[in-house]
């Protein structure tokens, strides 16, 4: 019986180390580091570190424009800087691009927030996700949802008047303040995205607090969120009668669970005999046929997309306009000669009118690119058959199901692309000058 045993467990070793080896051999012409060709610890290690950006653009950096960051996973850095190189890689572009073979690496699962549902972020089959993209897209478009600009100026006017009543200094009183924009940003978009998404606000920007204990709870949930974003396998777990009791549910009276509960409660208003009817995301969701069930993990999905990301993108643009006296007064200047002659609405701005100011516009895109506030990899798988891929002028193949992640930082952070300054916040030379070139027909970005 020992011997039986002893048998399956050796017969057992040797077919994970026959297939270490293949995975091992299948991507060894990539560049990486050793550990990452063996096991996904130093992923899960990189992932951990708080500085995960900056890791895999030094291993792109280091190794090449495509490298090996894991077993049958690489990542890229590959921008379409081709007018520059007479390189044909733009890696990114190929597998982004629309009917592209590449598809939706098995990355995506890791984006689950309900343990029985997936949602638009998460579906790993194209057919699927391209389904319920068509049915999300036209309440995402804000096409739909004529209130949508005054509900975001109805949020950004609370904000405004938080700041001026709460935060602004009087030197002349000797009364000086600080404000920590990462938290008041968060608070703005939260109540920006439940207001567009349905018609009501959590409450962030009234108290100047987290009601619900909802971002607290999530930075407690960040080292699992990394675990399975490497362990992808494990959101099946997240079924276990154990696993489900441990996670957040609506019915909880604080967190994520509380958010999960005030989203249910908000689309379970909109079904049933009183239902009631807004012009909202949820309303144009609702018209394209999504159930109640799909609701409640859609409005997940929309609260975590669409607050993290957004108050992401302020706060660092905020920070580094607010940081760079010439680029805020040349900004300011703008504004100033905007509101002169009557091209800028007051006291909010229209959206409309905003798009015609060019250096709000750089500034903004300047933003976007030198903290680009999406870093997951957002893998994409290589088709059956393998691809040949373009790694900095020499040709590698990839085999079939190889994952590719993107690195948006080291993209965005790229000389060759963005020029020497491309580490600095700086629109003469930078943004400007590159759009410059972009509308000359130079790039073909
Ligand atoms: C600065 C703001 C934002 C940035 C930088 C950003 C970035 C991104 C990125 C990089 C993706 C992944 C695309 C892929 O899978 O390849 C994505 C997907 C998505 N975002 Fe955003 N996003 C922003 C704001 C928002 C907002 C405000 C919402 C909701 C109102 C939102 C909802 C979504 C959804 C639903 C998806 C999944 C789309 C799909 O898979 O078809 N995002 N976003």
Not at 6 to 29: D, E, K, N, W
Not at 94 to 120: C, E, Q
Not at 126 to 155: C, F, W
Not at 203 to 229: R, S, T
Request: charge should be positive.
């Amino acid at each position: 019986m020992l011997g039986a045993i002893l048998g399956l467990g050796l017969a057992l070793l040797a077919l994970y180390l026959v297939r270490a080896i293949r995975t091992y051999y299948s991507l060894s012409h990539f560049g990486g580091h050793w550990v990452a060709g063996w096991s996904r610890l130093w992923l899960l290690r990189t992932q951990g570190s708080g500085e995960m950006n900056k890791r895999f653009t030094e291993v792109n950096r280091k190794y090449g424009s495509t490298a090996r960051i894991a077993p049958g996973m690489l990542i890229t850095s590959d921008a379409p800087h081709s007018y520059q190189t007479n390189m044909k890689a733009e890696l990114f572009r190929r597998m982004s691009a629309v009917r592209s073979p590449f598809t939706r690496g098995r990355w995506y699962a890791a984006l689950k927030l309900h343990p029985d549902r997936d949602n638009i972020t998460s579906y790993v089959d194209e057919h699927k996700h391209a389904a319920i993209r068509t049915r999300m897209a036209p309440g995402y478009s804000g096409k739909e949802n004529v209130h949508l600009e005054a509900d975001v100026d109805e949020q950004l006017l609370k904000f405004l008047n938080l700041v001026s009543s709460k935060y602004v200094a009087q030197p002349e009183q000797d009364i000086f303040r600080t404000v920590d924009l990462s938290q008041i940003t968060s608070y703005f978009t939260l109540d920006v995205i439940s207001k567009v998404a349905f018609g009501q606000t959590f409450g962030f920007l009234d108290n100047d607090e987290d009601p619900f204990g909802y971002l607290a709870n999530l930075a407690q949930m960040l080292p699992a969120i990394i675990v399975f974003g490497v362990y992808t396998e494990l959101t099946n777990i997240m079924k276990l009668p154990a696993v489900k009791a441990a996670l957040p549910k609506s019915s909880d009276k604080r967190g994520l669970g509380r958010v999960m509960g005030f989203a249910r409660d908000r689309v379970q208003e909109r079904f049933g005999p009183k239902a009631i009817r807004h012009q909202d995301m949820l309303d144009a969701f609702i018209k394209r046929g999504l159930t109640q069930e799909e609701l409640e993990s859609e409005t997940l999905t929309q609260i975590t997309a669409g607050s993290d990301s957004t108050a992401s993108a302020l706060r660092m643009t905020l920070h580094f306009i607010s940081t760079s006296p010439p680029i805020l007064e040349r900004l300011l200047a703008e504004a100033r000669a905007g509101i002169e002659e009557g091209k800028i609405s007051r006291p909010i701005i229209q959206d409309a009118e905003a798009r015609q100011l060019p250096y709000l516009q750089a500034c903004i895109k300047e933003g976007l690119r030198i903290y680009p506030p999406v870093t997951g990899l957002m893998a994409k798988m290589v088709p059956e058959g393998g691809a040949m891929l373009d790694v900095d002028g020499v040709e590698k193949f990839a085999p079939g199901r190889t994952q590719i992640g993107w690195n948006s930082w080291g993209m965005m952070h790229d000389p060759v692309v963005f020029g020497a300054d491309a580490e600095i916040y700086r629109l003469s030379g930078g943004w400007l000058g590159m759009r410059a070139r972009r509308s000359a027909g130079g790039w073909r970005g």
